[in-house]
């Protein structure tokens, strides 16, 4: 399993004391994007991060909750995402994902779709043989903190049944906390996302508590 904190909880007066905790301490960060459109939050731009690139040789999960993610793609890529998940909710179309998971790809990135807590699996089906990673959110997005939907592990189960066939990573995002963390990686999850349990207290140790 890897863990993946969501900078979106990180203290900024203390960024590089943090950072350089997270350096150590995990593989991958989780970077969210929004635009106050797709959810009713404003996170961060693509300069935010660049200066995590310049702080971090960590792989930089980039999850897009924006109405535009073809415009945003780009941007993002050049600088420094190394992964970018788009909403399936914010495109729909099914050629156009298709072709936005294929212009990810070219771009040398890893693709994924999310799914907003009431999105079924199903409608991933068509992509799934082109996916990187799925991202299951557990929480309606656009704030840290919410707690984790239990529906999610009915979802995680669905997917997990039809991975095999394949070659994506599945996701968990929001309200991921030691006491569902757990039974989500029993449940078959790959990269585990959590912010404010992460960066509340000790991050060295509630990060450790998580991978348990
Ligand atoms: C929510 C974001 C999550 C969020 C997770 O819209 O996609 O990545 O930061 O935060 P916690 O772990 O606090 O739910
Ligand atoms: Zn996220």
Same mark, same amino acid.
């Given at each position: 399993?890897?863990?993946?904190?969501?900078?979106?909880? /990180?203290?900024?007066?203390?960024?590089?004391? !943090?950072? *350089?905790?997270? &350096?150590?301490?995990?593989? =991958?960060?989780?970077?969210?994007?929004?635009?106050?459109?797709?959810?009713? &939050?404003?996170?961060?731009?693509?300069?935010?991060?660049?200066?995590?690139?310049? =702080?971090?040789?960590?792989?930089?999960?980039?999850?897009?909750?924006?109405?535009?993610?073809?415009?945003?793609?780009?941007?993002?890529?050049?600088?420094?995402?190394?992964?970018?998940?788009?909403?399936?909710?914010?495109?729909?179309? /099914? +050629?156009?994902?298709?072709?936005?998971?294929?212009?990810?790809? !070219?771009?040398? /990135?890893?693709?994924?779709? *999310?799914?907003?807590? =009431?999105?079924?699996?199903?409608? #991933?089906?068509?992509?799934?043989?082109?996916?990187?990673?799925?991202?299951?959110? $557990?929480?309606?997005?656009?704030?840290?903190? !919410?707690? @984790?939907?239990?529906?999610?592990?009915?979802? #995680?189960?669905?997917?997990?049944?039809?991975? &095999?066939?394949?070659?994506? %990573?599945?996701?968990?995002?929001?309200?991921? &906390? +030691?006491?569902?963390?757990?039974?989500?990686?029993?449940?078959?999850?790959?990269? /585990?996302? =959590?912010? $404010?349990?992460? @960066?509340?207290?000790?991050?060295?140790?509630?990060?450790?508590? %998580?991978?348990?």
């Amino acid at each position: 399993m890897i863990l993946a904190p969501s900078v979106l909880s /990180l203290d900024y007066t203390r960024f590089n004391e !943090q950072v *350089a905790i997270l &350096n150590k301490a995990v593989s =991958a960060l989780h970077f969210d994007v929004m635009d106050g459109h797709f959810v009713p &939050n404003l996170s961060f731009g693509p300069d935010i991060l660049k200066a995590f690139k310049k =702080a971090s040789n960590l792989f930089m999960d980039v999850h897009l909750m924006v109405d535009d993610p073809g415009f945003f793609t780009p941007v993002f890529a050049k600088a420094g995402a190394d992964g970018i998940t788009f909403h399936y909710e914010a495109v729909k179309d /099914l +050629k156009a994902i298709s072709s936005l998971i294929q212009e990810i790809k !070219q771009l040398g /990135l890893k693709a994924g779709i *999310a799914l907003k807590p =009431a999105t079924d699996v199903a409608v #991933l089906k068509p992509f799934l043989k082109d996916l990187d990673l799925v991202l299951l959110m $557990s929480v309606e997005p656009g704030f840290g903190g !919410q707690s @984790f939907m239990p529906s999610t592990f009915a979802k #995680l189960e669905t997917l997990t049944k039809i991975k &095999n066939e394949h070659s994506f %990573l599945i996701e968990v995002d929001g309200g991921v &906390n +030691k006491e569902n963390a757990a039974k989500l990686i029993a449940g078959g999850v790959d990269i /585990l996302v =959590a912010g $404010s349990y992460v @960066f509340k207290g000790d991050i060295l140790a509630n990060i450790k508590s %998580l991978e348990k």
